[in-house]
């Protein structure tokens, strides 16, 4: 996401995928570009991931690729936005999911600076739920990061299991290259190359509510792969919390303990952090930023052929 909700498609684009016309550009990439269309019935916006051609070429990444899609569709959950459709025999294979119209909240720090607190709390309860799904389902998402949570006025949405792995330790799906996620946001054992469990996920869900907060990382500035040293190293240096409040405070101690097994479950986390109602729980700049996304998006919006008849999900045309 561009933070300014969709874009109009450019020259070299694609027109149509699979009968799903496209309306508009939404994001680009590491593994695809983005685009906003439409369910075959018209009844649900979706987006659909097309995946770049350099990955299309490998047999390994495709098999990778359907294995992830069929576990990605087992999770279901508030706060997660599901996957309606996918084919990973396509010249250039593609994943469509609900399109949830929101600012990401790498975005909004960037533009609006920190969340007030009950606000982090809110972001952080909603993203534990929604880790919470994923983890029931057998999975762990391993990119948990401002980029792939979106703010809306109804809670925060949990994106992108492009790096999903199944808890039981068999690969679902990697990207190309030696570091797997993004090294900014690793637990510990992620960043030092171990055996990774759903704690992982909520180690980097704190260092995310950590940054909403505060506005910064908590391991401090630096590249990537400097950063993730320092949290490798976090049994002998950790963070420095003493800028958040006491409240907020003792989640994150929690949630960044070095030892996996010290940590809170996901689902103790969202405990943690108190009922999830959502209601005008954004800050009104941020709330103000959010509406105009959803005006961009309905600029390309097609009206439901049937709005009557037709169902929350679309009607798939084939089951992989």
């Not at 025999?89 to 533009?111: K, Q």
């Not at 009206?303 to 037709?310: C, D, G, H, K, V």
Request: glycine content about 10%.
């Amino acid at each position: 996401m561009n933070g300014r909700g969709p874009e109009p498609l450019r020259d070299d684009d694609p027109r149509e995928i699979a009968g799903y016309t496209l309306r508009a550009r939404i994001g680009e990439g590491g593994m695809g570009t983005v685009f906003l269309t439409r369910s075959h019935d018209g009844a649900l916006p979706v987006a659909l991931k097309l995946i770049r051609r350099e990955h299309a070429r490998s047999e390994d990444f495709r098999r990778r690729f359907a294995r992830e899609v069929e576990a990605a569709r087992r999770v279901r959950g508030a706060h997660l936005v599901q996957v309606v459709d996918h084919d990973a025999e396509a010249e250039l294979p593609w994943l469509a999911t609900r399109y949830v119209p929101g600012l990401p909240l790498g975005d909004a720090l960037g533009h609006h600076g920190p969340l007030p607190l009950p606000c982090v709390l809110k972001l952080t309860a909603g993203a534990a739920r929604a880790l919470e799904a994923v983890h029931t389902a057998g999975l762990i998402h391993r990119d948990v990061k401002p980029g792939n949570l979106l703010l809306t006025a109804e809670g925060p949405w949990l994106l992108d299991f492009g790096i999903a792995r199944a808890a039981d330790g068999t690969s679902v799906l990697t990207t190309v290259g030696r570091m797997v996620g993004t090294p900014k946001y690793m637990s510990p054992e992620h960043a030092l190359g171990r055996e990774l469990t759903p704690a992982s996920d909520v180690f980097t869900l704190g260092l995310v509510a950590a940054e909403a907060a505060a506005g910064r990382h908590p391991y401090g500035e630096g590249g990537g792969l400097v950063v993730a040293t320092r949290i490798a190293g976090t049994d002998r240096e950790p963070p420095d919390l003493s800028a958040h409040p006491p409240a907020l405070r003792r989640i994150l101690s929690a949630a960044l303990a070095a030892r996996p097994q010290d940590r809170p479950s996901a689902a103790e986390v969202a405990e943690l952090c108190g009922p999830p109602d959502f209601t005008a729980w954004l800050p009104k700049r941020i709330a103000s930023a959010v509406t105009e996304t959803d005006r961009a998006s309905a600029k390309f919006s097609v009206p439901p052929q049937n709005p009557r008849t037709a169902p929350w999900l679309p009607r798939l045309r084939r089951t992989r």
